[in-house]
């Protein structure tokens, strides 16, 4: 079965940055689009950023938008998110996902393939 593993999370200084990682296994697969959501501690799942696997039209959050960058390096196969000027509220769990049917959205229940998360902290 496909499987999709996170990296590049870790403990941060505000104002500071992080490039996630997001890479896939398995055997071939024909993903439409790839996205990051977070979640914290007692908190629903947020969306944080969508790519279609040609990688056009990117859509973020209200909270990403002129901070973050998500991106696909085709290339390495891989899904990056790139993090930068980073607050205390951006702590949380970032989850990679991506789905075969539903294209940019924002809804976790549209993502069928997920990852188990890597922790990002922003310390004061």
């Known amino acids: 079965q496909v499987q999709l593993v996170e990296s590049g999370g870790g403990l941060v200084q505000a104002g500071g940055s992080l490039r996630l990682s997001c890479g896939t296994s398995g055997r071939t697969f024909t993903f439409i689009s790839f996205a990051w959501f977070r979640q914290a501690p007692g908190k629903e799942r947020e969306f944080v950023a969508a790519?279609?696997?040609?990688?056009?039209?990117?859509n973020y959050a209200d909270s990403a938008k002129g901070r973050f960058t998500i991106s696909r390096e085709n290339a390495k196969n891989t899904v990056t998110l790139q993090m930068n000027s980073l607050k205390p509220a951006d702590t949380a769990v970032y989850y990679c996902a991506a789905d075969r049917f539903y294209t940019l959205s924002a809804r976790p229940s549209d993502y069928n393939y997920w990852g188990q998360g890597t922790q990002v902290t922003v310390s004061s």
């Open positions: 790519i279609r696997w040609s990688g056009d039209r990117p």
